[in-house]
């Protein structure tokens, strides 16, 4: 037999295969379609070679052949959105220092890979990767093929920072190993940092990073004010813009902050000092705050189990952000500041994702807008709301589901029995 008709015979197969697979009907009990608007009571999804084909109201007939899936027991929701993780690990303190100098690229891929699907098993279906190594755009690519299970993912590749800055990986290393870690994402000056976006480009980055401020786990006692000048961050800016990519900024101090909104930052990141000059930058850019307050959670839980898991510098910082945690956020929401949810999980553990929606609550949220955070919102920032964030015919079939009713107890998010990821069943719930 010939190539040609080799090939002929797989296409012919593939074709039969294509027409032979049935679409599903999944039954809701109630369904929060598109977060934000009325919730739907009984209803029907039907999804078919991963998209959503129809919604309707009631309970339809399945067609003969067809799959089903019975949720009528449950509140039916879009697959959640992380906007900040790190999946590499979720190691901290000491032992994030001696991962970062002693894992390689295939350990800290199989990390990844396995922190993804904790991800996904929660509820989140797509995840923005804030800084990383190559590891990340490899999983992202193997999740594209249906190679291995993960959220979809949008890679930062590595975060842009200043020397010493937050993100500046020598910091914390004998000074005779850095030349060594040749860090590609460290910039001083606004050629240097057309540089480093460049870099972070033809690595295949989707979204750019960078920091205008120190960080919290910054193994540095610099501070959390200002790290980078202006022309620094409009050249990252700028630069970004050329390729169609987003720019995300980590930033606690408020000169930071307001720097990145008035260069035309996408999104802050931790905003943890939020002035008023930053909520009208915030309100004129039409920027996201993201606000990450479940870092605390990792850091309390590292803490209690060794209160030396931190250097003293850093430790300091810690207190300092456990403390403030929420404030920011309690001053945006009433301001109107776009809010898209986002947890920084790799500070705290991956796959309790969904706790941050109870301190999003706790400080000024209603369980409706906190959903509507993690999904219509978060898609808008990562500039896929065409794909998901809602239920609705031609968007991926990224579909979630809990028993109870998260528009009262926002808590029930913590406990997702249900997912659905660009339409094959992750995770199903126990049989009645």
């Known amino acids: 037999m010939s ?162 800055g937050h993100g500046d990986s020598r910091v914390g290393l004998v000074e005779e190993l850095h030349p060594a870690v040749a860090p590609d994402n460290v910039c001083d000056g606004a050629e240097e940092c057309r540089r480093a976006v460049r870099a972070q480009v033809r690595r295949g980055a989707d979204v750019i990073k960078t920091m205008t401020t120190g960080g919290v786990n910054s193994r540095i006692g610099a501070g959390l004010t200002a790290q980078m000048f202006d022309d620094e961050i409009k050249a990252i800016v700028d630069t970004a813009r050329l390729y169609g990519k987003k720019v995300a900024v980590h930033a606690h101090g408020a000169d930071g902050i307001n720097m990145a909104l008035a260069a035309g930052a996408h999104s802050i990141e931790h905003g943890t000092l939020l002035d008023e000059e930053g909520i009208r930058l915030f309100k004129r850019t039409n920027a996201y705050y993201v606000p ?47 809010i898209a949810f986002g947890t920084d999980a790799g500070v705290s553990k991956h796959g309790r994702n969904a706790d941050e929606f109870e301190l999003m609550v706790k400080h000024g949220m209603s369980p409706a807008a906190a959903i509507q955070a993690a999904t219509v919102n978060a898609a808008d920032l990562l500039g896929l709301a065409s794909e998901i964030g809602t239920i609705e015919p031609g968007k991926s079939a990224d579909i979630i589901a809990v028993a109870g009713d998260p528009l009262s107890d926002v808590t029930v998010l913590k406990r997702v029995d249900f997912v659905m990821a660009r339409g094959e069943v992750v995770k199903a719930p126990p049989a009645r």
């Open 3 to 164: 190539i040609k008709s080799i090939l002929a015979a797989l296409l012919a197969a593939s074709a039969a295969s294509s027409a032979l697979a049935a679409p599903t009907f999944i039954h809701a009990g109630r369904l929060i379609a598109v977060p934000g608007k009325a919730v739907r009571g009984p209803s029907t999804i039907v999804v078919d070679n991963g998209r959503i084909v129809s919604v309707t109201n009631g309970l339809s007939r399945i067609e003969p052949g067809a799959s089903y899936i019975d949720l009528r027991g449950r509140t039916v929701l879009p697959g959640l959105i992380d906007s900040h993780v790190h999946l590499e690990s979720d190691a901290g303190g000491d032992a994030r220092l001696v991962e970062s100098v002693t894992l390689n690229d295939a350990e800290r891929a199989f990390k990844a890979m396995a922190n993804g699907r904790k991800t996904l098993e929660a509820g989140f279906t797509t995840v923005r990767n804030l800084g990383g190594g190559p590891a990340i755009g490899a999983l992202r690519n193997a999740v594209a093929a249906g190679t291995v299970r993960g959220p979809r993912i949008l890679d930062a590749a590595s975060g842009i920072s200043t020397t010493s």
């Open 292 to 338: 990450t307050l479940s870092t605390v959670n990792g850091y309390l839980e590292r803490i209690a189990a060794d209160p030396n898991a931190y250097p003293p510098a850093v430790r300091a910082k810690i207190d300092w952000r456990i403390g403030i945690t929420g404030q920011a956020l309690r001053k945006a929401v009433p301001a109107g500041v776009r």
